[in-house]
């Protein structure tokens, strides 16, 4: 049986409105607008319901597609973070792998919003301490063109701290990765499949891509060393996974984006990484 390729097309519009149902004008019943973050949200209607030979259906098309990270910030090569429009941000520690022998050491997670701002401790904690569930940092209305930085470190077994790694620096001691990207080549431990488990739900069966939600942003950390190429070196001792979201007001395709002002910012311009005095050089774990 052959049929007309526009009633094809005609037949895959109304399956596509079928499948929409609840979910017209970009209302769900989810958090999300999209519900899973890949399906269009929106309606179409045609008249006349019933088309007879000879006559045209009328169609109106309100679907609107989700945006990927890429389309809502840019990601420089360093790891920073600058958004395309007004979003929301909520940053989650998804695992840590520091330790010495069976002895769990702490790391240090900061956030900076804004090139020119303080630095804010986010977490600190082991491997033991991770709640991927917590939102451990939240910013609404970051402003377009506003930098997110991300910075880490650990403590050796000895005490001392090792130095700071940051998406505000040029070495390779962060990624921040999208779905879809390679994992590191330089680093030993995705290539000889020392995954930690943690960092499994992130990668596709060979452990060569990284598997996100499209508007997610996964940062991994090498807190031990600055050499790629070391066996030790594998950019997982903590990861963080970022959300960005817009604000919108409307509907249908009339959706228009908040822009609410000033993002809200820790002040001063100082630098240095706020760690509310928890971290000191030569602290012991305590146990």
Known sequence: MKINASYLALFGCFGLAGSLAGQTNGESSGTSPHGDPYTPVGSISVTPTVVQPGVQPNMVWGIEYPKAAGDLSDIDTAGGVTPKTTVDVKVRVMGVAWQYGNTLLPTALWVRVGAASAWELVFFGSGEDVNPEKVVFERKGVLPGTRIDFSARGQSPTGPWYSTRSTSTPELTVLGMVNGDNV?????????????????????DNNTRVVLGPHDIIHTFELGSTNPGDWWFDMQDIVCVTTLSEKKTGAGSNTKFENPGAASVTGGSTGTLDDKKMIQSGRKLAR
Do not use: H, N
């Open 184 to 204: 590191p080549e330089f680093a030993p431990a995705y290539e000889q499949g020392r995954i930690e488990s943690f960092m499994t739900p992130f990668l596709d």
